[in-house]
């Protein structure tokens, strides 16, 4: 990763009122790249007539992948700071930009043995991977190698996010301070990929179909925190925000891909929309001491469109995937102490 950031004070006026003002800004560029050279996946299965844990004959029973994922990342941005003195008060605006834009190109090949030949051959199904394929095993009429790489499992992705924001943060009376703006937003994610049909699968198109997801969004999402000293060393704090969740471009990509932190694999879902959140906090805080608080508060939610975890099965296989849920609020009670 490369970042180049910077940090100055401006001048502009020459008023008693205006202070300097402050701008920082950022520029990066990180690339990322994984490659995958050899997975390798058995899936043996219990046989009741004689208690034995077996490999099945086909081609599903066993895959080696192989797989490479390139990532490019530009973030740009700045912040800026006025502050100033009104009616006595003092003031300060807030502004600022950003730019993201993510680049993403992931490919797979899999491969498969099929097993039919050694049908007859129980014992030898029964053995470690390293016994069963053992070079003596494959040939004509035996062990046979397969390709099952999907159209699918070449996909790429975009995500593009311009973002601009101002506001301010006042003490509008001497126990009273408001902190309020607007962030404004336009983002696109593009998912490209072509369908390759599976068993199970909740996509279902022609063969070969080309899959384009776009979720193009503008959002104008604004908040608020207000704050009352009601008592020496204590205050009341109320907030009120609008954010946004979006799904990962794997997430909304039609390809399988392996989860590393649960070795298991998951296929996005490009019918994915956008989770809208409505946040809203309240919470007490009293500072007793040189270092010491106790804090009560709580939060509420209120979610449109949350994206949750499920699984399908592809194949008989069980496969984690994404949807979006219907879970329209939630909220909870928390406190700290600080000593």
């Known amino acids: 990763m490369n970042l180049l ?33 050899l997975r390798r996946t058995f899936r043996f299965e219990f046989t009741e007539f004689d208690q034995t844990f077996r490999l099945p004959t086909g081609a599903s029973s066993n895959v080696s992948s192989f797989g490479a994922l390139d990532d490019e ?100 009376l001497d126990t009273v301070r408001l902190a309020a703006g607007v962030r404004v937003e336009n983002s696109l994610q593009i998912t490209e990929t072509v369908f390759t049909p599976i068993p199970g699968s909740p996509i279902s198109l022609p063969n070969g179909s080309p899959i384009e997801t776009r979720l193009d969004n503008d959002s104008l999402l604004p908040s608020a925190t207000l704050t009352w000293e009601f008592a020496n060393n204590m205050q009341l704090r109320g907030a009120f925000s609008q954010t946004l969740g979006r799904p990962s471009l794997r997430e909304l990509s039609s390809s399988t891909f392996l989860d590393p932190e649960r070795d298991r694999d998951v296929i996005g879902n490009p019918f994915l929309g956008i989770t809208e959140f409505d946040n809203y906090d309240v919470r ?25 975890r499920t699984f399908v099965f592809l194949a008989d296989e069980p496969v984690r995937t994404f949807i979006n849920a219907i879970v329209p609020i939630y909220g909870a009670l928390n406190w700290k102490w600080k000593s």
Do not use: C
Not at 10 to 34: C, H
Not at 84 to 93: K, P
Not at 288 to 304: A, H, P, R, V
């Open 5 to 37: 950031s910077g940090e100055h004070f401006f001048s502009f006026f020459d008023n008693p009122v205006l202070q300097d003002t402050k701008i920082d800004w950022r520029m990066a560029y990180s690339e990322g790249r994984r490659t995958a050279p």
């Open 284 to 308: 007490w805080e009293w500072y007793f001491g040189n270092g010491e608080q106790i804090t009560l508060g709580g939060f509420y939610k209120s979610l449109d469109n949350p994206i949750e």
């Open 73 to 172: 990342v530009y973030d740009l941005g700045f912040n800026g700071r006025q502050s100033l003195t009104l009616w006595g008060r003092a003031v300060d605006l807030n502004f600022g930009m950003s730019y993201f834009d993510q680049q993403r190109t992931s490919v797979f090949r899999r491969f498969s043995f099929n097993l039919s030949g050694l049908g007859p051959l129980l014992d030898l199904r029964t053995q470690i991977p390293e016994l069963i394929f053992a070079p003596e095993n494959i040939g004509p009429g035996q062990i046979r190698l397969i390709e099952s790489t999907r159209q699918s499992d070449v996909s790429d992705g975009s995500f593009e996010n311009w973002q601009g924001f101002a506001g301010f943060d006042a003490q509008i």
